[in-house]
């Protein structure tokens, strides 16, 4: 596919007029009360006291120190690389369900999940979360984080895993969405029986009129 270079007078106009926002040693907002971090932003006392977190998921492959003030039961790290051979599958039900978990404790908890950068690893969980819980595609939860934070690349690897945990719901919503038909089907069937009801009754009244007065 061919590609051009963008015209000079749209290069000026995004370098100078609409900064390009930067997410080094920032928390991005992906989901409400769910955050995308990088390590940094994660080992930031203040800064998680600031934006209220009080759960911390850490994915990376060696010990890291997590603010003292998050309880260790709030706390959960797997330990992967941001390499094409790792499987993140088998760890996204579990982060899912810590995510899930601690945000159904209260309405002021929230979740800060990072990795070194913010970019693939912690973006993967984040993304598995929005698979499992807002019935989102793989690719669909991949646009969306992106859309929140424009760094975020999972490697192709993580991206073929997302697509599968995303395929073990399938079945699940495709039995919801028959079960939605089916009920939409009963409530116009009622509908429409109801209408043939009165309609009938109306037009006996019009040919009997003694019907109306005793009706």
Not at 29 to 56: F, M, N, Q
């Amino acid at each position: 596919m061919l590609s051009f270079p963008a015209p000079r007078w749209q290069i000026s106009s995004r370098s100078n007029s609409v900064p390009r926002p930067r997410y080094d040693r920032t928390a991005s907002l992906i989901a409400p009360r769910v955050y995308l971090s990088d390590l940094a932003t994660a080992c930031d006392s203040e800064e998680l006291k600031r934006l209220g977190i009080t759960h911390v998921i850490s994915v990376l492959e060696y010990d890291i120190t997590i603010p003292d003030h998050i309880p260790e039961e709030c706390k959960l790290q797997i330990r992967i690389a941001d390499k094409s051979d790792v499987d993140i599958l088998t760890h996204l039900p579990g982060t899912t369900e810590f995510i899930t978990s601690a945000l159904a404790v209260n309405e002021t908890n929230k979740v800060l999940v990072h990795c070194f950068q913010g970019i693939s690893r912690s973006a993967a969980i984040v993304c598995a979360y929005l698979i499992a819980t807002n019935g989102m595609l793989a690719h669909e939860a991949v646009a969306h984080t992106q859309s929140k934070r424009g760094i975020v690349c999972p490697n192709l690897s993580f991206r073929k895993q997302l697509e599968a945990y995303a395929e073990q719901f399938e079945g699940e919503r495709a039995k919801e969405r028959k079960n939605r038909l089916v009920k939409i089907r009963e409530d116009l069937a009622e509908r429409f029986s109801n209408i043939t009801i009165t309609t009938g009754i109306s037009q006996l009244r019009a040919l009997m009129p003694w019907a109306a007065l005793s009706g």
